[in-house]
């Protein structure tokens, strides 16, 4: 039970990593971007490949695979360069169907659909990090970190330029701040962290194949982003929380037809999108703030 | 000859893309709402059909008027219950792509639990391939969807040029508050805006029913394909979407030259991403995309 529990912890914090890096540019620079799985997935390619390959440190594999992701990021930053809103969602659309066509089609290195199997448990200056516990303490570390990092970086003067450029383009331009090496660096930082997310996953659940960074996925941290708040420290992480821990949850309801269990999480969590949508479309965290500012 | 054979099969689909884009970029252009939701509409256009047809056994125009009921049932039934209710609180475009999407979900799994996960069809003469000079194999399906697009699109255009409701409908995309002075409903206008745009896919869920069958997660597929057609034509633009559903349907297939199956998704995303960053308005958008 216990590490059934840890388990779905690992797994919260992995989502909130995603969450936090996605809530960085959609928030704070009104990015929004549906290819963040896509960078999910390099992350964790990247680890698979350099714990079959290379060696099992963990050390080794973050710093390969947080850099191919913030080169690669160089694909998105162009279209955010050039337009914004609904036609920048289609452009990260495209990326990230071109990313799985080629995650389910380059074997060599990403072994196709069959995925890679076989990567090494992984380990820190020697040190195992084998089974649910020592993974979920290092994933909340790095939950932390990260978030602790992203926050600071968005109350510096870095961060206000990036909420500068969201609000007003030109505004920003006049008073003569470099918009494009901005947006180009933010876009950067939140691929580049995202792979951190990768590279626990790949080492965690020791098999990577293309199912887990699919459209799908995208979409799914968009809903965290978006349900728990945008623009928020909490609201991402709560989100992210919430949608990890629905299947789970979903899988205790009573009386359910076993075959159609999945279709019913679906539609309960579809309807759930549909509703928040409609009743709470500022996120839950605004809920909490109401609260505090009517007491 | 394999080209020409390509080329032909690409203009089916490319047909079936046009009439799904057309739609979605009618919306999207008169509206400003991003209806994710649109590929849910095809879905249950085509099972209608293929309830009616096949397991109902009635006559095939039946089932047409059926699907088109659903279609419009589901189409103005999402914008009233949903959409119209999000942007009344002012939310940003990407709060109606999320709840469009769970639309998307609910759908493709009720329809899943209902009907089952698999390809359903229905096929007639019309789908069955004939030789028609030597090597060449087309079914004549291919002269029908060609015809009902080309219908299509003149009423169309007829509609948005010529009568009352498609001045206001061109007039509710360049100014929604000048609609409101003239003591037009913008709501009633988009109202109308569904009811059309969700009719238009309605052929093309036929087409593809007989030609060669749909499952419960065709949607995400259309609904991508119709998003690259009506950027990539220019959005709002009746003809951008033909021409550029035909223009991504004929490369996706002769792309096959080349490169496998697999990638064809990959190609219209590809034309897709080149067009946003060296022509973001499309072939014939007047829109700016800032």
Known sequence: ????????????????????????????????????????????????????????????????AMIVCALLSVLLALPALRVRGEYFVAASLGLQIIAVSVFAEWHSVTGGLGGLVGIPVPEIFGFRIAGAGPMAVLSLAMLALIS?????????????????????????????????????????ISAGLAAIAGVLYAFYVRFVNTESFMLDTSILLMAMVIIGGTGSLWGPILGATLITLLPPVLSYVPYLPPQQVGSIQQIIYGMAMILLMVFQPSGLVALFKRKEKSQ | MLILQLLLNGLQTGMLYALTAAGFSLIFGMTRIFHAAHGATFVIAAYAYWHITSLAGLPWWVAALGATMAAVIFGAGLYLTVYRRIQRSEASFFTVFIAAFGAVVVVQNVISMIYGRGFVSSSTPLSRAKELIPGLYVAPLIWVSVAVAAVFFGAMALLLKRTRLGVAMRALADNPELVRVYGLDPGRISLMVFVIGSILVVPAAIIQVIATGANPAVGHHIVMISLAASIVGGIGSLSGAAIAGILIGVAETLALL?????????????????????????????????
Request: hydrophobic letters at 60%.
């Open chain 2, 258 to 290: 080349v490169v496998g199956s697999q990638w064809t998704e990959a190609v219209s995303f590809l034309i897709l991403f080149v067009f946003i960053i060296v022509r973001p308005a499309g072939i014939f958008g007047r829109a700016h995309a800032h």
């Open chain 1, 148 to 188: 602790g990092f992203l926050a600071v970086l968005t109350r510096s003067s870095f961060g206000r330029n990036l909420m500068a450029i969201r609000d007003s383009e030109s505004a920003s331009l006049a008073f003569g701040k470099r918009i494009a090496a901005t947006k180009v660096l933010s876009v950067a």
């Open chain 1, 1 to 64: 039970m216990t590490s059934y529990l840890l388990n779905i912890l690992v797994f919260v914090c992995i989502n909130g990593i995603l969450a936090v890096t996605l809530n960085f540019i959609l928030g704070y620079a009104g990015i929004f971007s549906l290819a963040h799985a896509a960078f999910f997935g390099i992350g964790a390619y990247v680890a698979a490949n350099v714990g079959l390959h290379v060696g099992p440190s963990i050390l080794l594999a973050m710093p390969a």
